[in-house]
């Protein structure tokens, strides 16, 4: 099994800066991408940034010079430095990591269990 804690949600003001964070943990003998997807109320869950073991990076326009993603390949964590906060950022945030868990075998999605995180003065 695979598990995948996040920390580091919560409540920001508009303008204001959080940092997210997502550990993996359990029956990992890889991970390929990490990344984080954020779904709004009544909205669909939509892609926030990725990122592969090498460190390639890929992050939705709308947050694209505001926030940063990292991971540490060594501890199986993502990190995501959310900057210039805005009220539209307000969602739950999911992290996920695609797994392999023997060295033949595919990459398999795995999802945190969410952290909110609202923008509001």
């Known amino acids: 099994q695979v598990q995948l804690v996040e920390s580091g949600g919560g409540l920001v003001q508009p303008g204001g800066s959080l940092g997210l964070s997502c550990a993996a943990s359990g029956s990992i003998f890889s991970i390929t991408t990490m990344g984080w997807y954020r779904q709004a109320p009544g909205k669909q869950r939509d892609l926030v940034a990725t990122i592969t073991s090498d460190g390639s990076t890929n992050y939705a326009d709308s947050v694209k010079g505001r926030f940063t993603i990292s991971r540490d390949n060594a501890k199986n964590t993502v990190h995501l430095q959310m900057n210039s906060l805005k009220p539209e950022d307000t969602a739950v945030y999911y992290c996920?990591?695609?797994?392999?868990?023997?060295?033949?075998?595919?990459?398999?999605?795995?999802w945190g269990q969410g952290t909110q995180v609202t923008v509001s003065s």
């Open positions: 996920f990591a695609g797994v392999k868990q023997r060295r033949w075998s595919g990459a398999v999605a795995y």
